[in-house]
């Protein structure tokens, strides 16, 4: 599954609507999940981002730990499933939250 909309797709489809537009003519998209209940989130997504399958797995991740601090208290839970994961540097000193320097997702 190579295609960046798949994974995004893929990755979310279970529990929400999800839904892309285009932003910008040089490629960014937005994405929007929503539920019954209505919008659940909305990210503008570079297409940089859209190209590089880490930074996008980062995406991923980021929206779906923000989604997990607004509804289900399970914020800390993820964060865990997270490092051990391999998705952060848990051990970077160089960045105060100690997720490594590229921890971060630009939205």
Same mark, same amino acid.
């Given at each position: 599954?190579?295609?960046?909309?798949?994974?995004?797709?893929h990755?979310f489809?279970?529990?929400?609507?999800?839904?892309?537009?285009?932003?910008?003519?040089g490629? #960014?998209?937005?994405?929007?999940? #929503?539920?019954? +209940? =209505?919008?659940?989130?909305? +990210?503008?997504i570079?297409?940089?981002?859209?190209k590089?399958?880490?930074?996008?797995?980062?995406?991923?991740? #980021?929206?779906?730990? =923000?989604?997990?601090?607004?509804r289900?208290?399970?914020?800390?839970?993820?964060?865990?499933?997270?490092?051990?994961? =391999?998705?952060?540097?848990?051990?970077?000193?160089?960045?105060?939250?100690?997720?490594? +320097?590229?921890?971060?997702?630009?939205?």
């Amino acid at each position: 599954m190579d295609n960046p909309f798949q994974l995004i797709t893929h990755a979310f489809q279970d529990d929400f609507r999800v839904n892309f537009s285009v932003e910008r003519l040089g490629g #960014s998209i937005t994405l929007t999940l #929503s539920d019954d +209940r =209505g919008l659940v989130a909305k +990210r503008m997504i570079g297409a940089s981002t859209l190209k590089d399958s880490v930074q996008l797995q980062r995406l991923i991740q #980021s929206v779906k730990f =923000g989604i997990a601090i607004e509804r289900d208290g399970m914020a800390a839970q993820m964060l865990s499933t997270m490092i051990d994961g =391999g998705l952060f540097d848990a051990t970077a000193t160089n960045s105060p939250n100690r997720l490594g +320097r590229n921890a971060h997702a630009t939205l």
